[in-house]
């Protein structure tokens, strides 16, 4: 079962990204809203500047010039 | 249903390699001087592939594993692998190669087909973008099902729930292949599978190419996740700046749709991939890792190509597909 005490519900954290947690999941939100993910997982935002927040839409990513130049 | 129709030839090897597949009889051209990124390669590639797939209206199925169609394809292979291998330059960190796609510019990216489309793409634009996608989207996830079976533990176990995902995670109406049709309804043009075959460049029939090479074959498992990790990466800022372009142009609510969906869902498929799929496979197979890293800059290289010539073309407000669209398709006045 997905999530029974036998196989407790798995959540990942990464200081760098989202939090991950093993779907389907519900998530309320600061106003009482409350978003649902039936996805296997989910990627929790924590760094706050999704545009579709709870969930991460990857605007975590660090930003450079291009002549700066990411290799 | 019937499957799609053969296109025309684009050389002497497609033109060899059509009429083996109308009657059987295959005539082995010299593929002397061939253009490993040409039309008339990369198009018998794609018929040579699509074999796998959905084949041809017309085509006998058990044309397959025809030992003279699977030399053929090997040599074209052999070819188109070899150049990648030189232009690709050598890279043995896979880490690196993924961490310089997880970096998005600060302003606007002169080089990037998502970014000209989001601030200056019009719908004829737009359309052409969905013609060309549309050989791949319409088999979203298709090649990379393959590498299931040489995969184990924790990289399957991630590969699986993502594939699953792309294909609808159970339901037909969300397998991503289907949304993409919906998206095309949108646009007006024909949903059916293999529909603009006829109208895909050499640039676009390369990046498909790649994918079905590395699926097909074991030996190139590592390319494969790093192609597929690839894809994920790049996808949810790409598929941000499409929703945008669709939506400020008014293409309608199932071709947004698409792109919303792709930017939640890659946002955690590219997780995954990084974290198991690729972590995965190189924790029990290390030395695949500089072929997780081709996979990745054969990628970027490939999708580089077509993005030159999509922005070199619309930039001079030329169509950039090989030929027009039939007449009353794609062709709404606005
Ligand atoms: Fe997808
Ligand atoms: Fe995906």
């Keep these: 079962m997905a999530n029974s005490p036998e196989r407790p519900r798995r959540v990942t954290i990464d200081p760098d990204g989202p939090m991950l947690v093993e779907g389907p999941v519900e998530v309320v939100c600061a106003d009482g809203t409350v978003a649902t993910s039936r996805r296997f997982t989910a990627a929790i935002c924590t760094c706050r500047r999704s545009r579709i927040y709870p969930w991460c839409d990857t605007s975590h990513r660090r930003r450079t010039d291009r002549d700066q130049g990411a290799t | ?334």
Excluded: C
């Excluded at chain 2, 533990?153 to 609808?168: C, I, N, S, T």
């Design chain 2, 1 to 334: 249903m019937t499957g799609p129709r053969l296109p025309t030839a684009r050389g002497e090897v497609s033109a060899g390699l059509l009429s083996a597949l109308r009657d059987g009889e295959l005539r082995r051209p010299p593929p002397g001087a061939l253009d490993p990124y040409g039309d008339d390669l990369q198009l018998a590639l794609y018929l040579l592939y699509e074999l796998h797939y959905q084949g041809f209206e017309g085509v006998a199925e058990d044309l397959e594993w025809d030992p003279g169609l699977l030399a053929l394809r090997r040599t074209l292979e052999r070819r188109f692998l070899a150049a990648l291998r030189a232009d690709v330059p050598p890279h043995a960190d896979a880490g690196q190669a993924l961490a310089a796609l997880l970096v998005e510019p600060v302003g606007p990216d002169d080089t990037s087909v998502s970014h000209y489309l989001r601030r200056e793409g019009e719908l004829w634009q737009l359309r052409e973008y969905a013609v060309l996608r549309s050989l791949y989207h319409l088999k979203e996830a298709d090649p990379h099902a393959w590498v299931i079976p040489r995969l184990r533990g924790r990289a399957k176990a991630a590969m699986v729930a993502v594939e699953f995902d792309e294909f609808g995670a159970g339901r037909a109406d969300e397998i991503h292949a289907r949304m993409f049709a919906d998206l095309m309804g949108d646009l007006d043009l024909e949903p059916a599978y293999g529909h603009y075959l006829e109208q895909a460049p050499a640039e676009a029939l390369a990046t498909v190419n790649l994918m079905s090479l590395f699926g097909l074959h074991r030996a190139l498992r590592g390319a494969l996740v790093g192609h597929f990790a690839t894809v994920e990466v790049t996808s949810p800022p790409d598929s941000r700046r499409l929703a945008a372009a669709l939506r400020r142009t008014g293409a309608g609510a199932a071709a947004q749709r698409f792109y919303d969906e792709h930017v939640a869902a890659d946002a955690v498929h590219e997780q995954v991939v990084r974290r198991d799929v690729v972590g995965g496979l190189l924790a029990s197979e290390p030395h695949l890792e500089a072929d997780v890293a081709f996979g990745v800059h054969a990628t970027g290289f490939l999708e580089d190509r077509l993005g030159d010539r999509l922005l070199r073309t619309w930039r001079r407000r030329r169509s950039a597909l090989r030929v027009p669209l039939p007449d009353g398709e794609g062709r709404r006045t606005s």
